[in-house]
């Protein structure tokens, strides 16, 4: 296993667009994360996944966003209507559970244009 | 907000020199990671300390846990132009969910 896969590593979209980010956690972890990161702070968190159930979302988390994990494996984030301070490093971590450790992936680079 | 204040903000160090990073808050947590992130990539773990007073040493990079679990310091001995990069920390609220603080940026020049 070569670690949390995250895809695209970049995205450029226009404002208004939609967008989805894949996230492919390590194979035997149940537990599943996105933060999001913006320049020169640290991940905020997001959402969580405990197999393919969505166990908590941040207040950060608009209606426009939307999380899915439906087999607990993969998961994706979507963003509908970007708007311009959507961009930001999107990042996806997994555990094998509450309390380990976390592995993050590379991170999907969002610009709104 | 971040509830995690972690200090200096930015470092500039010469090859060779000591460096301490401070991390603070007036949260319990149950465990504290340490990770380096480098520019456009994700942060990558370095540590994790769970028991109050806890010392963990990776090569030149030493971690500690203070007594109270609320507060971290990452110490270099000997810094290279390697260790180079954004250094943050992270508290575990015993769910798996993860308070990063804003991160200390750390430059070594040879």
């Known amino acids: 296993d070569t670690g949390v896969s995250q895809d695209p590593r970049h995205k450029i979209t226009k404002r208004g667009q939609n967008v989805t980010f894949r996230c492919d956690p390590i194979?035997?972890?149940?537990?599943l994360y996105w933060y999001r990161q913006t320049l020169g702070q640290g991940p905020e968190f997001l959402t969580y996944?405990?197999?393919?159930?969505?166990?908590?979302k941040s207040r950060l988390l608009s209606d426009r966003f939307s999380a899915e994990r439906p087999k607990g494996s993969f998961s994706t984030l979507e963003i509908q209507r970007t708007e311009q301070g959507d961009s930001a490093m999107y990042l996806c971590?997994?555990?094998?559970?509450?309390?380990?450790?976390?592995?993050f992936g590379q991170g999907t680079r969002l610009t709104v244009v | 907000t971040q509830l995690l204040e972690q200090s200096p903000q930015f470092l500039s160090i010469q090859e060779g020199e000591n460096l301490t990073v401070y991390c603070n808050s007036s949260?319990?947590?149950?465990?504290l990671q340490w990770y380096r992130q480098e520019p456009g990539e994700g942060p990558v773990l370095l540590v994790t300390v769970v028991t109050g007073g806890e010392v963990k040493k990776l090569k030149r990079l030493t971690f500690q846990f203070g007594d109270a679990r609320k507060d971290s310091s990452l110490h270099i001995t000997a810094a290279q132009p390697g260790d180079t990069g954004l250094y943050l920390c992270?508290?575990?609220?015993?769910?798996?969910?993860?308070?990063f603080g804003a991160g200390t940026q750390v430059v070594v020049t040879p």
């Open positions: 996944f405990q197999n393919e159930a969505q166990l908590e």
């Open positions: 992270a508290g575990d609220d015993g769910w798996g969910k993860l308070q």
């Open positions: 971590a997994s555990s094998s559970g509450g309390g380990a450790e976390a592995f």
């Open positions: 194979s035997e972890h149940n537990r």
């Open positions: 949260s319990v947590f149950s465990s």
